[in-house]
């Protein structure tokens, strides 16, 4: 696999903020998660409207007050843009190591970090990015990574075993599998348990070379016949992180396409990461 530009531990991590208080947790966020990267913190306000100004560069420092005040030793940068949010946010992605966003901004700027946006950086961006819903994200739990045998997956597989590490977490390796995505039919219950067997084995092997990277890190794998998008959005009410892959097509073509990374953005209660491989980085 490809080693991901995004990986050098150099560059920042980009929070997009709008003023609203969804983008606030969101920076909040950021500041714990910089913590166990040792990176510099930026945020950014894209503003496409010249009249709003100074609206967004009260915005951006408000948010930067309250991120100094979270971490006063933290390295962190502040600055309003003008330009379009989604298109802005993807030109900084190719810089970043990390994007943050809000999912629901309700702020000055309604129409800038609305949940289309949210999606639409998230599944384009050139670095993983973490989409931080409503609510206040827990920092107990497990770090729970969706796969599926492709390569954007194995590249949010080997996410999720950095993200576990660094904040000393369980990692549950889910591998999700209906019938739909295999075949046409229902399956037999026979040959039910003989493809559950097959997935078993398979998501093993995708843990095997990683648990011996990061020995430390404890994990549970789970190859569950059910809905992806239903299985991984329900593993995420106890996570402190749900890691999926975007634009998967692995041995199980179907799994995990990029309307499973859509449906898990827009239902999972917790902060949801979507992670592109290499190659479709840079697509």
């Known amino acids: 696999m490809r080693r991901a530009r995004w990986r050098s531990r150099t560059k920042p991590v980009v929070v997009g903020v709008d003023g609203s208080e969804d983008s606030v947790r969101a920076a909040a966020w950021a500041v714990a998660e910089v913590g166990h990267r040792s ?28 991120c100094r005040a979270q971490a006063p030793h933290l390295n962190i940068d502040a600055e309003a843009v003008s330009g379009h949010p989604v298109e802005e946010l993807l030109r900084r992605s190719a810089e970043a190591q990390l994007v943050v966003l809000g999912k629901r901004g309700q702020g000055g700027f309604t129409d800038a970090l609305l949940g289309g946006v949210s999606s639409a950086v998230a599944t384009h961006a050139s670095c993983p990015v973490v989409v931080v819903r409503k609510g206040v994200p827990t920092t107990v739990g497990p770090v729970v990574a969706g796969v599926d045998g492709s390569e954007s997956s194995l590249a949010a597989l080997r996410f999720a075993f950095e993200e576990a590490a660094g ?5 549950v390796v889910m591998q999700v599998w209906r019938e739909e995505g295999l075949l046409a039919v229902p399956l ?5 348990a003989k ?11 995708q843990t095997a070379f990683l648990r011996e990277e990061f020995p430390k890190v404890r994990t549970r794998e789970v190859a569950q016949r059910g809905h992806p998008v239903s299985a991984l ?8 992180l749900l890691v999926v892959g975007h634009r998967g097509r692995g041995g199980f073509d179907g799994l995990y396409l990029g309307s499973v990374a859509a449906g898990v953005l827009h239902h999972a209660p917790c902060p949801v990461a979507v992670v592109r491989s290499a190659e479709a980085a840079v697509s």
Do not use: C, T
């Open 39 to 66: 990176a510099p913190l930026r945020l950014v306000i894209v503003n496409d409207d010249p009249a709003r100004a100074d609206y967004a560069e009260k915005a951006v420092q408000k948010a930067a007050a309250k």
């Open 167 to 171: 904040r000393a977490a369980e990692l």
């Open 188 to 192: 037999p219950p026979f040959d039910r």
């Open 195 to 205: 493809v559950q067997r097959e997935i078993e084995r398979a998501l093993a092997e």
């Open 233 to 240: 959005a329900d593993a995420g009410r106890d996570a402190q």
